[in-house]
């Protein structure tokens, strides 16, 4: 059932944008958004706030004490926000939507560019 809700969303959102119907990709996407609408909701306005467009990591944080000091700009998520923030990152991993990037402790995950360019021009 909720396949089918998925491929119908989808091929209801191809309908009006005038396009081709969803790749498989589309259909990991729109799961993410299903299973953690608030998260992938505020990637997005991360990704389309970025003039610069080249903005690709995240870091999960604690809460928003916690400072992370970095000269590379990074979208910070913190678990405060997003409680179940650690599993909702592990999914996005195994589906192979984020990278693990880390150098050290700290985890920080690079958005695959397909995952990028799909937060960047689907409407929400």
């Not at 998925?6 to 396009?19: F, S, V, Y």
């Not at 589309?26 to 993410?32: K, N, P, Q």
């Not at 195994?94 to 700290?106: E, F, H, K, Q, S």
């Amino acid at each position: 059932m909720e396949w089918k809700s998925d491929a119908e969303a989808a091929a209801a959102r191809a309908l009006e944008h005038r396009r081709a119907p969803a790749t498989e990709s589309e259909g990991v996407f729109l799961e993410a958004e299903r299973l953690m609408p608030g998260l992938v909701a505020e990637m997005r306005s991360d990704v389309r706030s970025d003039d610069t467009q080249l903005v690709r990591e995240i870091v999960p944080l604690r809460s928003h004490s916690v400072v992370f000091g970095s000269a590379k700009a990074r979208f910070p998520y913190f678990e405060t926000d997003h409680p179940t923030l650690r599993l909702q990152m592990d999914w996005l991993l195994d589906m192979g939507l984020v990278i693990d990037v880390r150098p050290a402790n700290t985890p920080i995950y690079r958005i695959t560019s397909e995952f990028w360019s799909w937060l960047r021009d689907t409407a929400s």
